[in-house]
């Protein structure tokens, strides 16, 4: 039996241990949008320390980074070979909606093929998967390759003091490739490799008129509604088509080829698929985009949140002082967010009425990525993923935005290969995410076989 | 010394007195639009009934509406004077945003010229001073007409059982005018007589999207975001001149008359008086009318709360399942609310687009009343406010609603007089709501003048 089938036959042998762990790490709430979760993002960091240390990974210790800890660790016994950075983050998002949660958010049910919780695929689930399939190889023989752990608790809130930790430890986290599960796979069948991840630019814009909340029958007519005022600016964000329309948007978007419309035209993500995975009414956005490439290619700008006046039962006639929306765009190449939170000034100096006063913050920021395929990691592990599937991996963007990818290209010269066993309708950031867990299963194989060719 | 001026020392002996009663009405949370506070209704309700009796009342009794009750009670010593009827609500509004409050809501604090808390203004205090004015003339001497007492608990709901109540009772309210206190005064130094009031339909817009809340980055771009679909047909319910867009809304309006135009200008409501009340940058609305105009004479469509998505701290990326407006409009002559909520729905199947699902549920509505001047009652009302303030009232329109009015004409032909100590920035529906107390001990002494010029 070869090195990478003992492991398998481990991990196989120790799947119920494996959820009941990864049940275990879900149960701690580690919110990190909200600062009231603090303590138990700590205790999340704990947890995956003490978790590093039990499968014998070394040097596992917290590291400050200004916000939520970051917890480091290595296994450092192969001088000849490369080293692998295994990226993951212990923060989720938060559970809001709560009501439409048919299960215990942070109380994990696993239902037929799946295990429902906060942060099972996004992605507490995926980094267990990675650890599950380092344990197997340690447990089974010597461990063919160098491993380092990059485990962060900011994901979810931009990665905000992931760059000024890499430009410190840059050295301490020099590696040959970073095995990053963060992404996901098109469908249980169909492995997949992403190769472009999104930028995001997240703003809160708020709108000011009257001094207080007026009566709405003694002022109504003379005063511009600030939340009336916001919908008119919102709406006018987007023409007809769903083209953005702040100034200069589109100036440094970098064009699709026709190469890459052939090849999108060739992934399994159809109109079909994406009317069926959100249960939307009918699709939207540019026409001369297919789905695959506005959701991947384009950049958007979404509505996150609106708040106004009176939101409770019934009816309150007022018209209120203010209102705010949460706007975030995804970026492609060449954006950045610093020119899109100035292009989104722009327009409203040009847009917005003098009846109303208003104020654009930048919440967070996350740069675009994209991959070179041509590596020693990307082969490997397309290979690892060939042997476990039956079939080659399919190659895409992805809609999504994971800050570390684009800051260890430029900061530390690492290639990152995303994949993951997150599938589209597992309700990522939504009431009842869940995870696949056949396709789990299938990802720790995959990685055992990784680690061997990475050799 | 006449019978008015014995009874006027009597109520100024009294108004350290009247201001302890009032902090103890106001005290009771009497907030009619949310059923968590039913029971606070009818302790409201028993307060007043057990004021009336203590003054002198007869026949005082609560009586049911299928909502929230109506205190009904009496006084008729004298077969051949005139009979009339003084209504008043004991309902209030919600006291959100709650952090704005600079004082208790519910807790009165008096400072300098005012009193503050929910209700002082609108209309505790109003009703309580009609009943002061009544106390300070049955306590010295004979009362010199009949009166009758309608006060309800829902008119913060639009009155919603008063229809049906006084169809019921039409021959028990027969009177030969309302004293409606429920109006107010263009400023402390102007008394005013309202003798139009606009009407009121009151709308939820539900916007739906996908079928439950998705990841903005994973399908951001394909999919239309309710909230922005949303503010899409907001926006587009007014033009860029402040006109409403919905089809067929203004051809049951009563053009404003040269005449209207003329006598609305030589009220002292300028842009100036607008702009400092309410402290808007700017004002806003219709350029072919004055402010006092778009206020009172014109329709309007206001947004009354907005809410969607993430609203939290923080940067939460998701594209919401869902999306909520709530929308009124203030009606004018000759428009039905039941005819502005078919031009909605009209509208909104005009222009909702097949990205989305929506539904449009009406939550109240309220008919606008234009008083005859030329009657007893409004002349004895302008004697009375002539003889305190030194100075003829004047005659406007206001742009709340007050759903009574128009039944009492419609259904028991009683003019009102909507009068009232309620002054422009006493922030009504808003936080920190005040009386101005000099105002309202005015009102008082011309309350009793009023009953006696009504002999």
């Known amino acids: 039996m070869s090195d990478a089938n003992k492991a398998i036959e481990y991990a196989r042998a120790n799947r119920e241990r494996f959820i009941k762990e990864l049940i275990e790490f879900v149960k701690i709430e580690s919110i990190s949008t909200n600062d009231d979760?603090?303590?138990?993002?700590v205790n999340a960091a704990e947890w995956a320390a003490a978790h590093l240390r039990k499968i014998g990974i070394e040097n596992v210790s917290l590291m400050d980074t200004?916000?939520?800890?970051?917890?480091?660790?290595?296994?450092?016994?192969?001088?000849?070979?490369?080293?692998?950075?295994?990226?993951?983050?212990?923060?989720?998002?938060p559970i809001d909606p709560i009501e439409l949660w048919e299960t215990p958010p942070f109380d994990a049910t696993v239902k037929?093929?799946?295990?429902?919780?906060?942060?099972?695929?996004?992605?507490?689930?995926?980094?267990?998967?990675?650890?599950n399939a380092?344990?197997?190889?340690?447990?089974?023989?010597?461990?063919?390759i160098n491993l380092k752990f990059l485990l962060e608790g900011e994901e979810e809130i931009g990665s905000q003091n992931m760059e000024a930790f890499l430009h410190k430890h840059a050295d301490m986290l020099k590696s040959d490739f970073c095995l990053n599960p963060d992404a996901g796979a098109i469908s249980a069948d169909e492995p997949t490799i992403t190769f472009g991840l999104r930028g995001l630019a997240y703003f809160e814009i708020h709108i000011n008129g009257p001094a207080q909340d007026l009566h709405s029958g003694l002022f109504g007519g003379a005063v511009h509604n600030p939340a009336q005022a916001l919908t008119e600016l919102i709406a006018a964000m987007h023409d007809?088509?769903?083209?953005?329309?702040?100034p200069n948007f589109y100036d440094s978007v970098r064009p699709v080829t026709d190469k890459e419309r052939e090849e999108t035209a060739k992934l399994p993500t159809t109109a079909e698929s994406y009317l069926q995975q959100t249960g939307a009414p009918a699709l939207w956005g540019e026409k001369e985009y297919t789905p695959a490439l506005r959701t991947g290619a384009?950049?958007?700008?979404e509505v996150n949140g609106l708040?106004?006046?009176?939101?409770?039962?019934?009816?309150?006639?007022?018209?209120?002082?203010?209102?705010?929306?949460?706007?975030?765009?995804?970026?492609?190449?060449?954006?950045?967010?610093?020119?899109?939170?100035r292009q989104l000034v722009k327009f409203m100096e040009m847009n917005a009425p003098k009846t109303i006063t208003w104020e654009v913050k930048a919440l967070h920021e996350s740069p675009w990525a994209i991959t070179d395929v041509n590596t020693n990691g990307i082969r490997a592990l397309a290979a690892a993923m060939e042997t476990?599937?039956?079939?080659?991996?399919?190659?895409?963007?992805?809609?999504?935005?994971?800050?570390?990818?684009?800051?260890?290209?430029?900061?530390c010269g690492v290639e990152s290969g995303l994949v993951g066993g997150s599938l589209p309708d597992d309700n990522i950031h939504s009431p009842n995410e869940r995870m696949h867990l056949p396709t789990w299963y299938k990802n720790i194989d995959a990685f055992i076989h990784f680690f061997f060719n990475m050799k």
């Open 37 to 41: 979760f603090k303590l138990q993002l």
């Open 66 to 93: 200004g916000g939520h800890p970051i917890v480091y660790g290595d296994l450092l016994k192969k001088p000849n070979a490369p080293t692998v950075l295994i990226y993951g983050h212990y923060d989720v998002q």
């Open 112 to 131: 037929g093929d799946y295990i429902f919780a906060r942060g099972t695929s996004d992605m507490k689930g995926q980094m267990m998967a990675t650890l």
């Open 134 to 144: 380092v344990e197997s190889v340690m447990k089974t023989g010597d461990f063919p």
């Open 240 to 246: 007809a088509n769903g083209t953005i329309t702040l």
């Open 298 to 301: 384009r950049p958007t700008l």
């Open 307 to 341: 708040l106004s006046g009176w939101t409770g039962a019934g009816a309150k006639t007022v018209l209120p002082a203010k209102a705010m929306a949460k706007i975030s765009c995804r970026l492609v190449p060449d954006q950045s967010p610093a020119e899109v939170h």
């Open 388 to 411: 476990v599937w039956g079939r080659q991996p399919l190659y895409r963007r992805e809609g999504g935005s994971i800050g570390v990818v684009a800051m260890l290209q430029n900061i």
